[in-house]
């Protein structure tokens, strides 16, 4: 991360693990741990308060879940907190994605996954910082159109957040669109990867078949990709040999 001081705030009911937690966290000279909540009622309130940049939430609290926490906030409308569920179990890694939290760490922590993570919130806040202010990143990243031909030569106007990744169909020859709607948009034969990388600076290519909208990225796991809804049910989004190293650099180099 920056120079800038980022506010962290806790809301786990299990102290050993807040303070393994806090611990852990004292390496990360860009991040200050602000409070401590044990249930989620009081953890409204100290969020409200703070107003903090990154929240560890532990998904099973006394008085509700952890998901029922973020319901009543409506913390994805608060743009640039970023919410890391919390919790000693992976079952709830698909209420993670549903609820588009930004990361999953599982208890008891493992100093190489909470580095993980750190490294990807450090390049996602200097990023969307770029931009100057998280407002600018929602209308560059939303707003962003540009052009694909078919194979039958219509033209069609899309953003990037329509796409969640591109796949190669060997059989035919052509790469098409993964949509947001369910469907797949065909591409002219003539377009390659290197074409498709170059619409807009979020799609990577992790696999000579396929090419990632890093936008919807949650994880990489087994050597495959781990999406956000609405391709949260993709199983076959593949990291080559080939392209993980880029790829690692790309994300996770400090």
């Given at each position: ?51 903090p940049d990154i929240l ?172 956000y809804p609405p391709f ?23």
């Amino acid at each position: 991360m920056n120079d800038k001081m980022h506010k962290v705030i806790i809301i786990d009911d299990d102290e050993a693990s807040v303070n393994a937690l806090q611990f852990e966290l004292q390496q990360y000279k860009e991040v200050r741990v602000e409070g401590v909540a044990k249930n989620g009622k009081s953890g409204i309130r100290l969020i409200d308060r703070i107003r903090p940049d990154i929240l560890f939430l532990d998904v099973e609290l006394p008085d509700m879940q952890g998901v029922e926490l973020l319901n009543k906030l409506k913390l994805l409308q608060r743009v640039g907190m970023r919410v890391i569920f919390y919790t000693s179990s992976r079952k709830y890694l698909i209420d993670a994605l549903r609820n588009y939290v930004f990361d999953y760490l599982v208890k008891p922590i493992d100093s190489d996954e909470l580095r993980f993570i750190m490294n990807r919130l450090k390049l996602n806040v200097d990023y969307r910082e770029e931009l100057k202010c998280s407002h600018a990143f929602e209308k560059e990243f939303f707003d962003k159109k540009f052009m694909i031909v078919t194979p039958t030569g219509d033209m069609c106007f899309l953003r990037a957040s329509e796409i969640g990744y591109f796949r190669y169909l060997s059989e035919r020859k052509i790469w098409e669109a993964a949509l947001t709607n369910g469907k797949f948009l065909p591409l002219k034969r003539s377009l390659t990867g290197e074409h498709i990388c170059g619409f807009d600076a979020n799609f990577l290519q992790v696999h000579q078949s396929f090419i990632i909208n890093q936008n919807y990225l949650v994880m990489v796991q087994d050597n495959y990709c781990v999406l956000y809804p609405p391709f949260d049910k993709e199983v076959d989004i593949q990291v080559s040999k080939k392209y993980r190293k880029e790829m690692m650099e790309r994300f996770f180099s400090l």
